[in-house]
């Protein structure tokens, strides 16, 4: 059994889970919870292709994304739209975006030596979102949305496919 200990998890219980199915040693989660737009959503865990990790986000119900394995490889193409912006090498310097290096399960705005937004900074205070995979795909969708008053000027990506394999890749960028 994988360790399902993590808050993602704990959310999904507390929300009511409807069902847990097993099977072929891959895992579905199906609930409904609250999201902070109050859209229904799914939760859905998708494995990684050649890793033994999984990404595990809130997706719109719409979507069925239970049987994608996402891409590390392709997610790294991907990033070639944050790029102008943001350095993800390891002891990158900060460009117009902070340096994206290791931010992955990061509180928000973690470098102190770079100047964030004031809604970013309102964020901080708040200390609820940090980076993992639920919040790095709703940021992703739509930053200005998810965060209003950010100042990171990029539309978002709308394929919830590429979001996944951006995410995938970023987690091993640390
Ligand atoms: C046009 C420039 C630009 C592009 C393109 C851009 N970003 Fe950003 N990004 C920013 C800025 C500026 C911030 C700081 C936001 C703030 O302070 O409001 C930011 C913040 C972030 C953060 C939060 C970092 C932290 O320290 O909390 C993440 C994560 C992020 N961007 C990911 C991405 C990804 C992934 C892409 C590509 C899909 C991307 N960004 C594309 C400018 C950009």
Known sequence: MRNFENKFIVAVFAANLIAVVVFGGRYYLTGNIETPHKEQQQLVEVEIEDSNQTIAIAAPVEEDLSDYVADPEK???????????????????????????????????????????????????????????????????????????????????????????????????K
């Open 75 to 173: 997610g790294r193409k991907i990033s070639g739209k944050c790029k102008a912006c943001h350095d993800f090498s390891q002891g990158g310097k900060h460009k117009t975006g902070p340096s994206l290096w290791g931010v992955y399960g990061q509180k928000i705005a973690h470098h102190t030596d770079y100047s964030y937004s004031s809604a970013f900074e309102a964020e901080k205070e708040k200390g609820e979102i940090f980076w993992d995979d639920t919040h790095l795909n709703e940021y992703l969708l739509k930053p200005k949305k998810y965060i209003k008053g950010t100042k990171m000027a990029f539309p978002g990506i709308r394929d919830a496919k590429d979001r996944l394999d951006l995410i995938a890749w970023m987690k091993e960028q």
